[in-house]
């Protein structure tokens, strides 16, 4: 699993100059925190963000701002992009947080499962150093939450994880359905992917560590929204020369698989040492 880190904000980052260096300061200083699973294999490894006013609509999901506190001046909108989650090849999830004139946190949201979820907590517990909420992550799955007890009210919460690992393969939903390859390969890409995400099934220790999005990783959504269709396609090939290196065949473990697994064992046993 890589580890999450705390990094500060100390300075503007060369990708976001085409968004304004108003627009960029503005991200990284109501960025969300995001709280994971001590188990997670898959940290976010890029995010779009959009400065929106009340009138607008969202550019990454299919939603309006028409309800928002009438004392809101702006709304950041912080798109998640993931390579991979634990069921299928790629995730996307949706933060809003929702600025006053004075630059207080008014409001949040952020998706959970296809809904919206409100991400602040009336008594803004789980806004942090005045400006980030801090969001739970669900699992493998990413969907987020203000509260982790959320996700424990899931029925298919360690069956995600585990046993169903990898078993949507080539996630074609929504927009994206687009970017994917098709024809005679797709069920071949399907297998491998299947069989790559099955290497990372754990079960959810249910303990969450703090990560805080890297400067680096903010981009405008225009930019990220171009980048998917590269970033998929890289993921697509990285599986191919894995598998073909291994030389997959049948339903034998590969090498790939092997060595994963074993790190994957070697990592819980080394927890478990430190737990006693």
Not at 43 to 72: C, H, K, M, Q
Not at 98 to 105: F, R, T
Not at 130 to 138: E, S
Request: glycine share 8%; hydrophobic share 35%.
């Amino acid at each position: 699993m890589s580890e999450s880190t705390a990094h500060g904000w100390e300075g503007l980052n060369d990708r976001t100059t085409n968004a304004g260096e108003e627009e960029s300061m503005l991200c990284e200083r109501y960025a969300p925190y995001l709280m994971f699973d001590l188990r997670e294999p898959f940290l976010p490894n890029l995010v779009g963000f959009t400065r929106l006013e009340t009138n607008d609509e969202s550019p990454s999901y299919p939603r309006s701002f028409e309800n928002a506190d009438p004392r809101t001046d702006f709304i950041l909108e912080y798109a998640i992009w993931w390579d991979y989650e634990i069921g299928h090849l790629y995730q996307l999830e949706q933060v809003w947080v929702y600025v006053g004139p004075n630059g207080e946190v008014l409001d949040c949201e952020a998706t959970f499962h296809g809904k919206i979820l409100k991400g602040l907590l009336r008594n803004r517990s789980n806004l942090s150093d005045g400006t980030h909420v801090r969001l739970f992550v669900q699992p493998g799955k990413h969907a987020l939450s203000p509260m982790p007890e959320m996700f424990e009210l899931l029925p298919d919460l360690y069956l995600a994880a585990g046993p169903r690992a990898g078993s949507d393969g080539l996630y074609a939903g929504g927009e994206l359905a687009c970017l994917v390859p098709t024809g005679d390969e797709v069920e071949e890409i399907h297998a491998r992917v299947r069989r790559y995400l099955r290497s990372f099934a754990f079960k959810p220790a249910l303990e969450y560590t703090e990560c805080r999005l890297l400067s680096e990783q903010f981009l405008p959504w225009r930019e990220l929204r171009e980048a998917i269709p590269l970033r998929l396609a890289d993921r697509l090939l990285e599986l191919e020369l894995i598998f073909a290196r291994d030389g997959l065949r049948g339903s034998e473990e590969s090498a790939a698989e092997r060595r994963m697994r074993r790190s994957r064992e070697s990592g819980e046993g080394a927890e478990r040492e430190e737990a006693r």
